[in-house]
C-alpha cells in the first residue's frame, strides 16, 4: 500500500523527507534513526535544502491534478505551501540573522542530545561522536551570521545579548554537555571519549559566545526590534500556514481581551471575595496547591498527565497503546521561560515529553500549570503528534513530521484546554483562574507580537500605553497586567516574540480556526454530531496550514 501509485503524492512527500534526513541530520534523529552527524548551519547547508525543495515542487508539478481527493490532495497542497514560503523566507535571508532565545538553531543543537538514545554502549558512542562535531555547528552559524552582516542583514541587539547570556548558561560550573554526559550508568570504557566530546562541544560554544558579543554585537548597533510589516507578513504566512489579515487578528485579539479581563475578574471574586487579580494570585500562590522541590513537581506533573490518559481513552477519544505514554521532564538550564513539548519517534522508541523550565525555581503552585500540562500532553501535543504517529500507512512522513504548521499544532494544543475545561476538569476556581490566565496569556500575545512588529497604535481603552505606538516596554506592562508573573518570565516571552516574530500568534489564531471547524461541523450535521468521531477524524488529517484547516474541519 505505501507505494502504491494511489499515494503518489504521498509517495513524493516521503522521498522529500528521506532527502531530508540525508541533509539534516537532526531530523534523521527525530525520526528515530541512529545519527552521529551534525547539523549544518552555514549559508551552504541553507542552499541544499534550497535545491531540494525546488526539485520536490518540480516533481508535485507532474502529479498534481484537479481530482485529487482526500489524503493526497491535503498532502499535495501541504507540500506545494510549505516548500514556496520556506523558499521565499530563504531567499530574503532570514537564516542570516536568525538569533533567538526559542525554537532557534542553537537551541535544536543542545535539544538535540535529550532527544538520542542512551540505554547502550552504542547509543552513547554515538552521543560521543556527535558532541565531538559540535564545532560544525557553531561554526556553521558564526558563518551565516556574517554573511549576514556582509548583506546588511542583522539581529537586533537585544536577541544577540540574550543568546549570549543563554551560552553563558550553558557553561556554568562544568558545563551542560558535561553534565549531560555524566550519568553514573554511563559506560566505563567511554568516559574519556564524552569527557573530550563534552569539553570540545563547551569551548565550542563559549568561543562563539565570545564572537556574538565582541564581533558580532557591535555590528548591529541601531538594529529595531521591530521586523515591520513586509517580513512580518512572509513571516506569519510561514508559521502560520496563511495569508492572514493582521489588521482584523489584532482588532479581533483586543475584543478577546476586553472579555477575559470581565471573567478574569470574576474568577479572582470567587478566589478572594472583593479581590483584585493580583490578590487572588498571591492567594493561590501561597495558599493553594504548591509543589516543593524540582523532583516532585516533575512527578505530580506526571500523575497530571496519566490521570487525563486514563480519564480520556475510550470516552473522548481513542488511543493506540503506544499513545499511552508520555514522560514528564524538566527542561535543562539556559531555556526560555515556556513550557515544551517534544514528540516521540515514529515507532515510539523514544516518547513524547513534556518538559518544565524552573528558570531557579524550586517552589510551583500548580493553579499555573494544569492546563499548561494539558496543552502540552494530553489531549495536547502529546495526543496530536502520538496519533500522527500511528498513521504510518494512511499518511506520508511529511504530513506527519516536519510539515507541521505551527499553528495548527499549538491552535490544537490551546483548543484542548478550552476541551478540558468544557469537561470540568479546570471547575476548581484556581484552576479554572489558571486557565483564564492561560487564554489571556495566548491573547496578549496576538496584541503585542503584531502590535510591537507592526508598531500599531494602542486602542484608548487598553489599561496601559492608550494612545501610544507599541514598544516592548508597553509590551511587559500589558503582559504583567494580564497575565501576573514573574520578571524573568515576562522578559523572557518578550525576547520570544521580537526574536521569533508570528509564532505565538498561532496559539489564538489556531485555536479559532479549530473551534470555526467545529462550530460548522456540528451545525451541518446537527443531531448525528458526534465529538469524539469528530475528534479522532480531525486528528487523523494530518499537518496544514491556517488556510485549510477550517474547511476540512468543517467537512468532517
Known amino acids: 500500500m505505501p507505494n502504491s501509485p494511489e499515494r ?150 537585544r536577541q544577540v545579548v540574550t543568546q549570549a547570556e543563554q551560552l553563558e548558561v550553558w557553561g556554568q560550573g562544568k558545563g551542560w554537555f558535561a553534565d549531560f554526559t ?5 559506560p566505563p570504557a567511554l568516559r574519556a571519549e564524552l569527557d573530550t566530546a563534552a569539553a570540545t562541544a563547551r569551548q565550542a560554544t563559549d568561543q562563539l559566545r565570545t564572537w556574538l558579543l565582541d564581533e558580532y554585537l557591535p555590528q548591529t548597533d541601531g538594529t529595531p526590534d521591530a521586523v515591520g510589516a513586509e517580513r512580518y507578513a512572509l513571516l506569519a504566512r510561514m508559521r502560520n500556514g496563511a495569508d492572514l489579515d493582521l489588521a482584523e487578528a489584532y482588532e479581533w485579539a483586543w475584543g478577546e481581551y476586553r472579555k477575559l479581563a470581565a471573567q478574569q475578574r470574576e474568577q479572582a471574586n470567587l478566589v478572594v471575595p472583593g479581590g483584585t487579580l493580583d490578590d487572588a494570585v498571591q492567594h493561590l500562590d501561597t495558599h493553594g496547591e504548591v509543589v516543593d522541590g524540582v523532583d516532585r513537581i516533575q512527578a505530580r506533573l506526571q500523575e497530571v498527565i496519566d490521570t487525563a490518559l486514563a480519564d480520556l481513552d475510550g470516552t473522548h477519544f481513542d488511543l493506540a497503546e503506544q499513545v499511552k505514554l508520555v514522560e514528564s521532564r524538566i527542561a535543562p538550564p539556559g531555556s526560555a521561560a515556556a513550557p515544551y513539548y517534544t514528540r516521540p519517534s515514529p515507532d515510539f522508541s523514544r516518547p513524547g515529553r513534556t518538559w518544565l523550565p524552573t528558570l531557579g525555581r ?138 521569533v516574530p508570528s509564532q505565538a500568534i498561532g496559539y489564538k489564531l489556531g485555536e479559532r480556526a479549530w ?29 496544514m496550514g491556517l488556510g485549510d484547516l477550517t474547511t476540512e474541519l468543517a467537512a468532517i
Not at 506545494?80 to 523566507?89: A, F, N, S
Not at 555524566?182 to 554511563?186: F, L, M, N, R
Not at 507592526?454 to 505606538?469: H, K
Request: overall charge negative; glycine content about 8%.
Open 8 to 157: 503518489a503524492v504521498r509517495n513524493l512527500a516521503d522521498a522529500h523527507v528521506s532527502a531530508i534526513t540525508e541533509l539534516d541530520p537532526f531530523q534523521a534523529t527525530w525520526l528515530g534513526l541512529r545519527d552521529d552527524r551534525m547539523r549544518d548551519l552555514s549559508p551552504e547547508g541553507q542552499q541544499a535544502h534550497d535545491e531540494q525543495a525546488r526539485r520536490t515542487l518540480s516533481e508535485l508539478a507532474a502529479l498534481e491534478r484537479d481530482d485529487l481527493d482526500g489524503d493526497e490532495r491535503r498532502c499535495a497542497r501541504l507540500l506545494r505551501e510549505r516548500l514556496t514560503v520556506g523558499l521565499e523566507v530563504s531567499e530574503s535571508g532570514e537564516h542570516l540573522r536568525t538569533v533567538a532565545n526559542i525554537i532557534g538553531p542553537l537551541q535544536a543543537v543542545r535539544n538535540i542530545f535529550t532527544m538520542m538514545p542512551t540505554s547502550t554502549e552504542d547509543d552513547w558512542a554515538v552521543i560521543a561522536s556527535r558532541m565531538a562535531k559540535l564545532p560544525v555547528a557553531t561554526t556553521g552559524y558564526s558563518a551565516s551570521l556574517a554573511e549576514g552582516a556582509r548583506r546588511g542583514l542583522f539581529a537586533a541587539p
Open 182 to 186: 555524566a550519568p553514573a550508568d554511563v
Open 362 to 499: 524550586t517552589t510551583f503552585p500548580l493553579w499555573k500549570l494544569m492546563s499548561t500540562w494539558y496543552h502540552e500532553s494530553v489531549p495536547g501535543h502529546h495526543l496530536q503528534f502520538a496519533h500522527w504517529a500511528t498513521l504510518a500507512n494512511q499518511l506520508s512522513t511529511y504530513q506527519t513530521g516536519i510539515g507541521s504548521v505551527s499553528a495548527m499544532t499549538e491552535g490544537w494544543a490551546l483548543y484542548a484546554e478550552r476541551l478540558m475545561d468544557e469537561l470540568g476538569y479546570l471547575a476548581d476556581p484556581g484552576a479554572q483562574l489558571g486557565y483564564l490566565d492561560a487564554q489571556m496569556r495566548r491573547v496578549i500575545r496576538v496584541i503585542i507580537d503584531i502590535g510591537m512588529h507592526l508598531e500599531l497604535a494602542i486602542p484608548a481603552d487598553s489599561p496601559v500605553g492608550a494612545g501610544q505606538t507599541w514598544t516592548p516596554e508597553l509590551g511587559r506592562e500589558l503582559f504583567r497586567n494580564g497575565s501576573p508573573r514573574d520578571d524573568a518570565f515576562v522578559d523572557s516571552e518578550i525576547i520570544r516574540y521580537l526574536g
Open 515 to 543: 473551534l470555526a471547524g467545529r462550530t460548522a461541523a456540528q451545525a451541518a450535521r446537527g443531531s448525528d454530531f458526534d465529538l469524539k468521531s469528530w475528534h479522532m477524524t480531525a486528528l487523523s488529517l494530518g499537518a
